[in-house]
């Protein structure tokens, strides 16, 4: 038997945060444009702006993803979120300052610590959702796809064995293929002892996450929405739950590209023109649309009432 999803918030909840983003990207943007760091005498002014910015973002983020989680339900049950936000704030600042001064060796940790933050502090039915990833593994793809080739590239490139545009097109194919398996590595999620992951290859992800890249650029970003719903389509498809490496759920979609994708344009066209302001009501009409299409079947009852 199917088993749906579904997604409502109140956009006027999500406004005020709106709008304060809009006034802080306002604000960086005079920062950036008129308080230039190498312009004599504005480099503490800019970084004192800088901060100030960055630090007004983290609770604005921390309420924005509380909003969205906490709008999610299943079976008719509204999804909780316990995770307080001094503590969210002290995970930024903490391990945030680390990676910076760990000159970005730390940068798997401050990401496992924030997903972990959401994930282990969301609840299903009053039993908690819980992050699997390690940042060891993390650590391992980002000095094989991120690091070494940039700092190869970088070798051969100042001692001129190599263009300036190679060096340039390996560091991305590097950022591509790390954060293609970052998002493979964020979806691995333990509920009441099933494992929720994608049963998919890392090469087949690649390939489709590829198609999207190249049809989007392609297009001028005309196509962006129905191949984002076609993409999708794919990682729900492929999105499974297992109990003892058996699997026991499956996740369905039932989308249809041409007209939600239509109707994903629709709602960014509306964002566009009113310069961010109708973003929560675009946010939670796409919501509605597409999670109220998602669901699962097997043996879900087993795992959702555990």
């Not at 299943?74 to 995970?91: P, Q, S, W």
């Not at 087949?204 to 984002?228: E, M, Y």
């Amino acid at each position: 038997m199917k088993k749906y999803f579904s997604f409502g918030i109140n956009p006027l909840k999500l406004l005020p945060l709106v709008f304060c983003s809009i006034i802080l990207q306002a604000i960086n943007y005079y920062n950036t444009k008129n308080l230039s760091p190498f312009t004599d005498g504005n480099y503490t002014n800019y970084l004192l702006l800088q901060a100030i910015i960055i630090l007004a973002n983290i609770p604005i983020t921390y309420f924005i993803i509380r909003i969205y989680i906490t709008g999610y339900s299943v079976d008719e049950k509204r999804v909780h979120f316990k995770g307080k936000l001094l503590t969210f704030i002290a995970y930024q600042i903490g391990y945030g300052l680390l990676s910076i001064f760990s000159m970005g060796l730390a940068l798997p940790y401050y990401i496992k610590k924030i997903n972990s933050f959401y994930i282990n502090n969301t609840s299903v039915n009053d039993t908690s959702l819980k992050f699997n990833g390690t940042a060891s593994s993390l650590f391992s793809l980002m000095i094989l796809f991120l690091f070494l080739p940039l700092i190869t590239t970088f070798i051969l490139v100042y001692n001129k064995l190599i263009p300036a545009g190679v060096c340039t097109a390996f560091t991305y194919l590097g950022v591509f293929i790390f954060t293609v398996y970052l998002t493979r590595w964020l979806i691995n999620i333990n509920y009441s002892g099933y494992t929720i992951k994608l049963n998919s290859t890392l090469t087949q992800d690649l390939f489709h996450c590829l198609i999207f890249i190249v049809v989007t650029i392609c297009s001028l970003g005309l196509l962006f929405p129905f191949v984002a719903i076609w993409l999708y389509k794919y990682y729900i498809n492929n999105l499974v739950a297992y109990k003892d490496e058996v699997e026991v759920v499956s996740f369905f979609e039932e989308f249809d590209i041409l007209k939600d994708g239509g109707y994903l344009l629709g709602q960014m066209l509306l964002t566009l023109i009113t310069l961010g302001i109708y973003s929560p009501w675009a946010t939670n009409n796409i919501g509605k649309r597409l999670v109220s299409k998602t669901g699962y079947i097997n043996n879900s009852m087993v795992v959702l009432e555990d």
